[in-house]
């Protein structure tokens, strides 16, 4: 009796921490593929995932709060994100990419400031709260716990994603230039591709990312101003450990994270949320430059 | 000199004029009572701190049709963000730059000790707060300086646990915000519990961070540990979540929920129909209960002000302006050592009835109200039933506790 | 050397500056004292950070770990143990110096945007550390009512002991950057490989570098507990750290006085527009843009670099003759 209700414990404990984790990667996907392709941290990341909460709240609650509304709000959300990055790439970003890191560093946390005030002046500064469709809603028995239906959902989404990044990344033409790019930007733009447009992409794919992960998460928490500082350093954490620039790395980093941290919540509650930070930490000394091999 | 040090010098001079002009004192103004109120306005918070100040303010027109000492009252508001630090800062700015007679605020528990301990006490000079609820405040960090008119965490954990430890619930749980607030809410409740039922157990203890986006691996792993009741000890960041999550975990319908303020219609509007149902709550003030003439007045002013009822934070607020009003008339002069004596023992009249301002603590006597939130299709929210009264004195801590606390 | 530092011009303006710093208190208010107070303890702290990025050219993107490190071990020993003060006061950057030293040790190891990642990842962990941990630090909520010895406490007193403690250090960051220890870190800056192939220890330099430059944050970290009385888990937050750069972007980089002039800026900034507007974030968002694009050297840079081509056009002119 004790095992099998640890066992279901442990379970469900586990189950959480992957339908986390699959949030976390969506997002940090989008941030390795930033710093892959464009060799940016993009500190404005996390104020992205932010934005895209609130636009699928505003979405979502404009037509009475029906099903249809809500999946409009998943589809929409992350494309408003997505047309918000091409807006502050085309005007601010591309003339920067010479420069070094550190400016290129301090200029999405400056986006990030604006951002965060203009969502403040947009969306005011309480905290807004949506729910997911009816047949998200609930939890179903799995080995004798409940587990929520919503949280199922996003062990479904996660995968998708990445598969799709996957395809992407690894078997269109733009993957394949945005890939080479990261390597050797001037050899790509001596055989006479438009690099600019290819960082263009590579970036707006990103934030969309970031759009999508804050559009799946909204039903599950408060949507509030504060949400992108919390997200940007998981998100990170999870790229250096992973390797910077590599997606796969984005996953495995997501996974510690995720499941570190919701088995901690068993082990130990008060620490539960430390146990990511030491991993981190551990993975880091034996492997500084992450798990799997970095794209530069 | 070279061209380019005739500029600096000119730069520097400049710069030591504007210096100079800041720096020199302003002139003294016509002498307005000036209240501060550093308060969360951002956040899921701000649903207490934006009822606060809706409270304050129509008693402050109010008051101000007939004026205190020939002035009017007058406020400055600055948003703490729920951050201890930007708090703190935003007090001693109220404090040194604007001059202020009082400050007044602080949703935040820890903040309001802050507060009380760094500029209160140190500048002596009053601070109350009327929502920051730990017990500690007006108990063991207590002092001449600071007030509380805002219902605290001994008078809720002693109703909670009048009401409880008459139920079969032996094994708690105890789940909450890591912070000064969770804290006290818990060992309130469980010093009382164990005091009316000595074979109570707490089996376990889950703190999160404050603010902490993600609940659910929390109540999933408490959910396998079995309680007979979960003790939420949640704040103004978690709350909207804490509920949120219970809904979305069905958590309440398997395992018997208390959380202290969870009746609150501050707390239970933003939810509207998607509030959990089922969970057990303390609260000293309800907008529709008991059906008060004065309080029903109160009410329908307020609601054609702002739209929508009051919540406990305007009831806290409304009854400062009262109380500082009163106390300012006493005294006779904006004096802050005469203010403290005048307010002392204070008792003003309130939408629920007279409320007093108990001199031994510095803390504002209320009763309190048990219920169970349900869905109510006229407020489109929920709202308590199977409301039980306890009168103030019987949720008080005693004097001599206070004072042994304080040694 | 010192007699040197003597005689030039901008010594003469900092004595100038000194002298009006010392004498403010008799004309100012409380308030103005006590921002004036905020500036030294920020001023610093952005100047020991440039003592690594600007002068170092070291990826130090967590530097406010060590500040708050200082001001946690001088909080807690001041607070929660009966030690003698002084020995919190000093045990604080010492703290903050070995844990620069461990964390170090493992960054010097790494490049440019490693360095920095790891850095992030390693000072995060002792941020949520000293954030949940709140039987130590009490957490979120901070420690408070920290008891300081009658000399430094009272906003005058805690004024002129930061004074005197930030000038004091600033001296010896002058002295260290014009010694042949800043010009070997100002050549690692320029031109590692170079200095490899010189047969110079980079990694070496860089980690003493680190040492001193965190040390010094640890005396900011003192300093801030002197003059507030609290520490928070936020003076170890990531956000903190990026605003440290600003103040050395604004101010500029490869000047002496430039992050303390950027300090400045964003304290008065912070302070005076933050108490007109909700949204003083976004105008900091906006200039730290514009700095980007327009000022990059920051204002003293602007200074400096015409001040150094006219220098160089001088002397060339010299040389033609």
Redesign the interface.
Known sequence: METSHTLAALTSQLLVGLSRAMILFIVSSGLSFILGVLRVPNVAHGSLYMIGAFAAHTIATAFDGSVAAFWLAMFCAPLIVAGISLIAERLLFCHLYEREHLMLLLFTFALMLILGDLTKMTWGADYRSIVAPPFLQGSIPVLGTAFPRYNLFLLLVGPLVAVGLWLISAKTKFGKIARAAAVDREMVGAIGINVSWVFAFAFVLGCLLAGLGGALVSPTISITLGMDHSIIIEAFLIVTIGGLGNIWGAMVGSLIFGITQSVGVMVLPQFAIVFPYLAVVVILTLKPTGLLKSVW | MKREGYVSFGLFLIAGICALAVLLPAPVEARNIKVGIVDTYSGPPAVFGNDALNGFKMAVNEINKQGVLGGKIEFVTRDDKFKVDIGLNMAKELVLKENVDLIVGTVNSGLALAVSDAVAKKEKIPFITWMGKSENITGKAGHRYVFSTTENTAMAGKAAANVLSKKPYKKIWVAGDDYEYGHALDESFSRYMKQLKPDVEFIGKTWWKVGEPDLVPYFTSIQSANPDLIHFCTGGASMANVLKTIKTTGISQKIPVYIHTAIDYAVLKPLGTEAPEGVMGTMDYLFYYPELSTNQKFVKEYQALYKAPPGFPAFHAYTTAYLIAEAFRIAGKIDREKFIDAIEGLKVDTPVGKVEMRACDHQAVYPMLFGTTKISKEFGAAIATDIITLRGAEVMPACEEIQAARK | MIKDILRT?SFL?TAAVLL?LLL?PF??????V?ILAVVFVTGLLAMSLNLL?GHGGA?Q?HHCVFYGVGAYTAGLILAKTSLPAWLGLCAGPLAAALTGLVIGA?CV??N???F???Q???G??IW??A????DLT?????I??IPMPELLSGSVNAYYFLLIIVSACLALMYLILKSPFGATLRAVRDNPQRCEAVGIDVRRHQLLAIVIGTFFAGVAGVLFVVL???V?P??L???LS?EI??MC?LGGWFTFFGPMLGAAIMVALR?FVG?YT??W??I???V??LL??FL?EGIMGV?FR??QR?RERRRSADDVR
């Open positions: 011009p303006w009006a403010v004309f100012a208010g409380r308030f103005y006590y990025v990826y993107f493992f190891r790494l440019k945007l490693y920095g990642m790891l992030i990842s390693l995060s962990l949520i550390v954030l949940r941990w709140y009490n957490g979120d909520d901070g408070h009512g507030e009385g609290s928070f936020d003076m937050f990531w956000v990026l750069f600003i972007l302070t108490s909700d949204y974030t976004l900091l968002g906006v730290l843009i980007i694009f990059p200074n015409s001040w006219r």
